[in-house]
Structure formats: C-alpha cells, structure tokens
T-cell receptor, first 109, second 116 residues
Framework: GNSVTQMEGPVTLSEEAFLTINCTYT??????LFWYVQYPGEGLQLLLKATKADDKGSNKGFEATYRKETTSFHLEKGSVQVSDSAVYFCALSLNQFYFGTGTSLTVIP | DAGVIQSPRHEVTEMGQEVTLRCKPI?????LFWYRQTMMRGLELLIYFNNNVPIDDSGMPEDRFSAKMPNASFSTLKIQPSEPRDSAVYFC??????????????FGSGTRLTVV
C-alpha cells in the first residue's frame, strides 16, 4: 500500500541549529511528495513539494530532495529560527494524499 | 482569494446535540476533503468530494457522521448525535483537481470541536 513514515518527535533545537526531519515513503506508483507545516492553532500550509525523482523542493530556507533509490524526502534547514516552531507533515500524493503522523519542532532562543 | 473558509472556528456542545461544521472551498477548486485531527490518531481523511459528488467516505467513523456538498462553494459535515470522543479539530481542504502530482491541498483554519 501507500504510506509515509516520519521520524518521531518532539524535536527541540537551539536557534541557528541545523534541522533534519526524516521522511520515508512506500508507494505503489510514482507519487509527488510534499512537506506541510502547521503552526499552533492553524491549518496545514504547503511548505514545499517535488513531483519527480531527484527534484529538490525549497521554500523559506527549507529544502527536501526526492530520492527514489532510498524512497526518502528528508526535510532540512541550515539555520532554524524560533518562528520555525511548528508541526511538520510529510505527505505523498497518488490517487489521494497520504500524510505522515507529523513531527513537532520547538526552537529555543 | 480568501482561501478555504471554515466556520465556526470553535464549537462547544453537549453530548447528544447535533453539530454542523461548514466549509467554503476556494473558487474553482473541484475537490473538497474533510479531515479530523486528534493527538491520538493524527490526521484522518473522513470523506472527499469531486465535483460535488462524494467519492470516498470510507473514513467516516460511523453513521452519526454525514457530509454533503450541495454546490461547488459549500459543504457541511454533520454529527448527530455528538459524543465526547468526537472532540477534535476538523479541517476542510480543497484542490483544483483530484489529488494529482502537481497540486497540493489548501487547508482551512479548522473547527475545534469540544463535546462535553
């Protein structure tokens, strides 16, 4: 079947630290991959996406590369800020969306 | 565009009462999705519509839940009778086509439902 597995949280980092949130997927076809972010009290917002193997999605300093050989789409940011504190969801899209369970990130000053 | 609009933002109701959640998708989006989010179960897809027609309602937890989309600009999710275990945040999302590679969903801000 189709599914997404994210690293367990919560993750706590100091400001300006490097961030990696791991995401791997299982898919029966050729999905598009997404990262969504949910700030407290809000809905999910699309952060970045990649539609085919080796594509790199990027936005607001975040990046993720579609790795077909490792079925992964890890989220990275070189220097996190307090304002990045949120829950991050990895997702794949085939006939419908499949979301991971979310990873909570807290960035402390 | 105003985005996906949900109402109310917060709802507190007593067990046994009927609850109706509302959603206005983005104009031109022909797919609409209802999700439920809880700490225990994460994000769950309840039902989705394409061109106002329900396509998959297998995620609807039980007969107490029903959803309608009478036109392209409005959908409701109804719970009757409500129970405390229905307490959750309910999100509506829309997209311009059936979920496909190029498009993501646009989510509303959600309705936080508390059943006491």
């Amino acid at each position: 079947g189709n599914s997404v597995t994210q690293m367990e949280g919560p993750v706590t980092l100091s400001e300006e630290a490097f961030l990696t949130i791991n995401c791997t997927y299982t898919a029966t076809g050729y999905p598009s991959l997404f990262w969504y972010v949910q700030y407290p009290g809000e809905g999910l917002q699309l952060l970045l996406k990649a539609t085919k193997a080796d594509d790199k999605g990027s936005n607001k300093g975040f990046e993720a590369t579609y790795r077909k050989e490792t079925t992964s789409f890890h989220l990275e940011k070189g220097s996190v800020q307090v304002s990045d504190s949120a829950v991050y969801f990895c997702a794949l899209s085939l006939n419908q969306f499949y979301f991971g369970t979310g990873t909570s990130l807290t960035v402390i000053p | 565009d105003a985005g996906v609009i949900q109402s109310p933002r917060h709802e507190v109701t007593e067990m046994g009462q009927e609850v109706t959640l509302r959603c206005k998708p983005i104009s031109g989006h022909n797919s609409l999705f209802w999700y439920r989010q809880t700490m225990m179960r994460g994000l769950e897809l309840l039902i989705y519509f394409n061109n106002n027609v329900p396509i998959d309602d297998s995620g609807m937890p039980e007969d107490r839940f029903s959803a309608k989309m009478p036109n392209a600009s409005f959908s409701t999710l109804k719970i009757q009778p409500s129970e405390p275990r229905d307490s959750a945040v309910y999100f509506c999302a829309s997209s311009p086509i059936l979920p496909g590679p190029e498009y993501g969903y646009t989510f509303g801000s959600g309705t936080r439902l508390t059943v006491v």
